[in-house]
């Protein structure tokens, strides 16, 4: 076992960054683009990684609870993943979409972890490896199916970074330096309840944000033509952790059915068992006809990604979508062996304990004055902060609870509007003591940055 893996908690010593990891960091600042992004938050270099735990280059050790952005589901380097791409690297590597026999297990997995209803239904393509280019090939496999051109969308949902999957994002600002971006995208309000998007009280709303919808797409008037998809997340990930309701997701479903509109969900962050089951959707008793997945496929961080979609709409011709890099034989033999480590070691069971135990903790932010909300599924969580009194923006606030969190050990993330959602997604084998560790972390932070600073007393 590496010595990492049997580590029980985080230590820093010093200033970050310390100095063997200032020197990369510098080098890198010279020489790489300034589109990079985590090591502005984490500045640090990185040494070796096992299981829940990182070590930089001064020896300080880290408790990830950021995965990766939730690629490592089994944790960094488990030993079986390990041992499955190295006797696959001595095999064969890469194989475009050639059938081999680590791509047929890896497929076979797959089509294993959906309800048993749509199994014999549904058909993988394999695309470039990224979560953006399958969003990008289901939106062109419905678009060839249905020969319609228009997309509904939601707000506050990111679907990747590239050319077409930006222009499905909500994020205003990552599109605004882009001119041109796609055409005929349509967005409509997400259940996003606590921040109303039609300003109503959650109280007594009755789904309206859905009913926009129903009636707009109804309307002759209306201004939207029948699209060809409509694709939404069961939580927004990067939109701040946002859970859809379950009666949103039911009548979205109810009604692109009726409409006979693909319904595409992206499960590239939720996927793989990181709410509590395989795929999230099955927690809203539906069955969409498009699923997105890459991620956590692997297990292991080698890039994969698949769109599984009903067969009714396998309309393309030969190399309508392709990619060099679809046959990463490597995250095939990783991904197959992953989906029986979760079978056999029950990781849904501890990701549903695990999410319990997050919840139970994390409620004693309930009725803090620095916290807006706490949402989450299974380990997928996220704390957004209140909007301070004392003349500090919230974006600064959650900066600094960020901060001081990566001090103490923990990473952790940001999200959601103003970036002011602090995100958990630890692995998926973290153990109850190592969550334990982290919300005590985590806590504390958000305590003590966002107490209001009292003030001095009036002289005598």
Request: hydrophobic letters at 45%.
């Amino acid at each position: 076992m590496h010595p990492l893996a049997s580590t029980t908690r985080p230590h820093v010593t010093g200033e970050l960054p310390g100095p063997r990891s200032a020197e990369l960091l510098a080098r890198q600042e010279r020489r790489e683009s300034n589109a990079r992004v985590y090591p502005r938050s984490f500045p640090f270099a990185i040494a070796e990684a096992a299981g829940c735990f990182v070590r930089d280059l001064d020896d300080n050790v880290f408790l990830d609870c950021w995965s990766g952005a939730g690629v490592l589901s089994l944790g960094h380097n488990h030993p079986e993943l390990v041992a499955a791409v190295t006797e696959q690297l001595g095999v064969f590597s890469h194989g475009l979409d050639m059938p081999t026999p680590a791509k047929d297990a890896f497929t076979e997995a797959q089509l294993s972890m959906l309800p048993t209803s749509m199994r014999d239904r549904m058909k993988i393509h394999f695309c470039g490896p990224t979560g953006a280019n399958a969003v990008d090939a289901a939106i062109k496999l419905c678009k060839t199916a249905t020969g319609r051109g228009d997309v509904v969308s939601f707000q506050g949902g990111f679907h990747g970074s590239s050319h077409a999957a930006m222009a499905l994002t909500g994020n205003v600002s990552q599109k605004r330096p882009i001119a041109n971006g796609m055409p005929g995208v349509h967005f409509f309000p997400f259940s996003s309840c606590s921040r109303c998007p039609l300003a109503l009280n959650p109280q007594t709303c009755q789904v309206n944000c859905v009913a926009l919808l129903e009636r707009a797409l109804a309307d002759p008037n209306g201004g939207v033509p029948l699209p060809a998809a409509v694709i939404m997340e069961m939580v927004q990930g990067e939109g701040g952790v946002i859970p859809a309701r379950l009666e949103f997701v039911q009548r979205v479903r109810e009604l692109t059915r009726r409409l006979g509109v693909p319904l595409v969900v992206d499960e590239v962050q939720t996927g793989c068992g990181r709410t509590g089951t395989w795929f999230a959707f099955e927690q809203y008793g539906i069955e969409p006809d498009v699923i997105v997945a890459s991620k956590a496929l692997s297990g292991i961080g080698q890039p994969v990604a698949i769109v599984i979609y009903d067969e009714t709409l396998d309309t393309w011709r030969p190399g309508a979508h392709t990619g060099t890099f679809r046959g990463n034989q490597l995250a095939f033999a990783a991904g197959a062996r992953a989906v029986r480590i979760v079978r056999r070691d029950d990781i849904l069971g501890n990701v549903r304990a695990r999410g319990a135990q997050v919840a139970a903790r994390l409620a004693e932010l309930d009725g803090h004055p620095g916290v807006l909300e706490v949402r989450g599924r299974g380990l997928m969580w996220g704390v957004e902060l209140a909007e301070p009194t004392d003349g500090r923006s919230v974006t600064e606030v959650a900066e600094r609870v960020q901060a001081r969190a990566l001090r103490h050990g923990l990473i952790v993330e940001l999200g959601g509007r103003a970036d002011c959602v602090v995100r958990l997604l630890p692995p998926l084998t973290v153990t109850a003591e190592l969550v334990d560790v982290a919300l005590d972390i985590l806590i504390d932070a958000i305590r003590t940055v966002t107490a209001v600073p009292k003030t001095a007393a009036p002289a005598a």
